[in-house]
T-cell receptor, first 127, second 107 residues
């Protein structure tokens, strides 16, 4: 079965960077985009961006552009999210998820929802 | 960005009740809406996509409806295992956005 297993919780100081991993199994890693979301305590989910494991191309939401880097290592079926210049309001649980493409009778669209999720990684930013 | 607004924020219902959660989009998203269930301390789980399509393996007690700007998630007969927060997500246009969530409590 499809599994996404994320790295463990981390505590970081303001201004530092953090790198979260997401190891995929049970499917062909290069066939589905990996998306990243985060959720602050008691808040809704916030989509951060996607990375195509086949090409390495990525796209991040405007609010994260310049601070987020999404990469992968195909040899180990692992995707990575790196967030830099951390602030206290970056404290959240970070999730990876595979994106499933919307389809119509005319073919697939570049519109995605999320069908398989990692277990989440708590990142705490505190001085 | 498309703003997604869910109501209510919290609801309390009894086992066996019919429960309805509403999600409104700030602009037309056709039927490009997904619903997720998130149990305490767990990752979200996909329930419904394209507003009304039940994900494989999800009980038929869950159903979705709507199009345009107004959508509903219905639980036909609430069970204790349905204790969770439910999120809607639009995938009409970037950035994909979520509602703030609706917490379902069991009376």
């Amino acid at each position: 079965q499809v599994q996404l297993v994320q790295s463990g919780a981390e505590v970081k100081k303001p201004g530092a960077s953090v790198k979260v991993s997401c190891k995929a199994s049970g499917y062909t890693f290069t066939s589905d985009d990996i998306n990243w979301m985060r959720q602050a305590t008691g808040q809704g989910l916030e989509w951060m961006g996607w990375m195509n494991p086949n090409s390495g191309n990525s796209y991040s939401a405007q609010s994260f552009q310049g601070r987020v880097t999404m990469t992968r290592t195909t040899a180990t079926n692992t995707a990575y999210l790196e967030l830099s210049s951390l602030r206290s309001d970056d404290t959240a649980v970070y999730y990876c998820a595979t994106g499933r493409r919307a389809t119509t009778m005319y073919g697939p669209l570049n519109q995605y929802y999320f069908d398989q999720w990692g277990q989440g990684t708590l990142i705490t930013v505190s001085s | 960005d498309i703003l997604m607004t869910q109501s209510p924020s919290t609801l309390s219902a009894s086992v066996g009740d019919r429960v309805t959660i509403t999600c409104r989009a700030s602009q037309n998203i056709d039927s490009w809406l997904a619903w997720y269930q998130q149990k305490p301390g767990k990752a979200p789980r996909l329930l419904i996509y394209e507003a009304s399509h039940l994900e494989s393996g999800v009980t038929s007690r869950f159903s979705g409806s709507g199009s345009g700007t107004e959508f509903t998630l219905t639980i036909s007969s609430l069970r204790p295992d349905d204790l969770a927060t439910y999120h809607c997500q639009q995938y009409k246009s970037y950035p994909w956005t979520f509602g703030q969530g609706t917490k379902v409590e069991i009376k």
